[in-house]
């Protein structure tokens, strides 16, 4: 029995071969007939139709293609700035260590330079520990018997007067400061000569005690070691006066000295191991 359809691939053959033909007549007729045609006519209008259309969309796309890139660009940018942050934060530990580093070389230096200006025999040490209530004003120093440390050995700095050695292991040592309440030193007026006992107080303040009450001393004096009791060089600056009283029957003044010394910034200090009899820290004044 004979195919009435012809086979589905020789159809289509058919439809293209016909699809062409009439695309070649639509355009042979496109270019023979003028502006006013009926091609050039359709042409025209189904352009005005679409126009707006295609205008619209291509808005939307457009406005979708540059959220879009707004949107990658903020993540760039933030990503940017997290980076930027970390940069910042790494160059301002830098920086704060450099800072850290040149000024206790600066200290290391003032150190060396008063040691070297010394005819004491000095070990230099580190405070690694401080005393936690206002009780008892005690350091803890990085140097200890396996370095020649011995108890009641004298610690300066170049202000003068820090305190004395009360407690030694073999690699730290602890230190009275002078402004401990149970601390007491053997001290002078430069000024006037006269002796006494500075001795410390509760909240940090030293007290000048045993001046009589016919001194001449001032606020302004300084006081520094007497050297009595061989504890101490003679000469060392421990204060100055800042301020005198007395009652009619007190037997000795009232007085306040402040410290030659910032405790709360004391970080490097000498612990003296040896000292002769002459007193290179004190000053011509007075002689």
């Given at each position: 029995?004979?195919?009435?359809y012809?086979?589905?691939?020789?159809?289509?053959?058919?439809?293209?071969?016909?699809?062409?033909?009439?695309?070649?007549?639509?355009?042979?007729?496109?270019?023979?007939?003028?502006?006013?045609?009926?091609?050039?006519?359709?042409?025209?209008?189904?352009?005005?139709?679409?126009?707006?259309?295609?205008?619209?969309?291509?808005r939307?796309?457009?406005?979708?293609?540059?959220g879009?890139g707004?949107?990658?660009?903020l993540?760039?940018l933030?990503?940017?700035n997290?980076?930027?942050?970390?940069?910042?934060?790494?160059?301002?530990?830098?920086?704060?260590?450099l800072?850290?580093m040149?000024?206790?070389?600066?200290?290391?230096?003032?150190?060396?330079g008063?040691?070297?200006?010394?005819?004491y025999?000095?070990i230099p040490?580190h405070?690694?520990?401080?005393?936690?209530?206002?009780w008892?004003?005690?350091?803890?120093f990085?140097r200890?018997?396996?370095d020649?440390?011995?108890?009641?050995?004298?610690?300066v700095?170049?202000?003068?007067?820090?305190?004395?050695?009360?407690?030694?292991?073999?690699?730290?040592?602890?230190?009275?400061?002078?402004?401990?309440?149970k601390?007491?030193?053997?001290?002078?007026i430069?000024r006037?000569?006269?002796?006494?006992?500075?001795?410390?107080?509760?909240?940090?303040?030293?007290?000048l005690?045993?001046?009589?009450?016919?001194?001449?001393?001032?606020?302004?004096d300084?006081?520094i070691?007497?050297?009595?009791?061989?504890?101490?060089?003679?000469?060392?600056?421990?204060?100055?006066?800042v301020?005198?009283?007395?009652?009619?029957?007190?037997?000795?003044?009232?007085?306040k000295?402040?410290?030659?010394?910032?405790?709360?910034?004391?970080?490097e200090?000498?612990i003296?191991?040896?000292f002769?009899?002459?007193?290179?820290?004190?000053?011509?004044?007075?002689?």
């Amino acid at each position: 029995m004979p195919l009435l359809y012809p086979p589905r691939k020789r159809l289509n053959q058919i439809i293209l071969v016909v699809l062409i033909l009439l695309s070649i007549a639509i355009i042979t007729l496109h270019h023979k007939e003028g502006e006013e045609g009926f091609l050039h006519r359709t042409q025209g209008f189904v352009t005005n139709l679409i126009s707006p259309l295609q205008s619209g969309v291509s808005r939307v796309v457009n406005s979708f293609r540059h959220g879009w890139g707004y949107i990658f660009e903020l993540g760039q940018l933030r990503e940017e700035n997290r980076q930027l942050r970390r940069e910042v934060a790494e160059f301002r530990r830098e920086l704060i260590s450099l800072r850290g580093m040149e000024r206790e070389n600066r200290r290391l230096r003032k150190l060396v330079g008063f040691k070297e200006k010394l005819e004491y025999r000095t070990i230099p040490a580190h405070v690694i520990g401080k005393s936690p209530t206002e009780w008892q004003s005690t350091i803890i120093f990085d140097r200890g018997s396996a370095d020649g440390v011995a108890k009641d050995m004298p610690v300066v700095v170049e202000e003068g007067l820090v305190g004395r050695v009360i407690e030694v292991a073999s690699h730290a040592t602890q230190v009275q400061l002078i402004t401990d309440r149970k601390s007491g030193v053997a001290a002078q007026i430069l000024r006037t000569g006269e002796t006494g006992v500075v001795e410390g107080q509760i909240g940090g303040e030293l007290g000048l005690q045993f001046i009589p009450k016919d001194s001449s001393v001032k606020k302004g004096d300084i006081i520094i070691t007497s050297g009595l009791g061989g504890v101490f060089p003679k000469g060392v600056p421990i204060g100055k006066v800042v301020e005198v009283k007395g009652r009619t029957h007190d037997l000795y003044k009232r007085i306040k000295v402040k410290s030659v010394v910032d405790f709360s910034r004391l970080e490097e200090v000498l612990i003296i191991t040896d000292f002769p009899l002459t007193p290179p820290f004190a000053s011509s004044e007075g002689r």
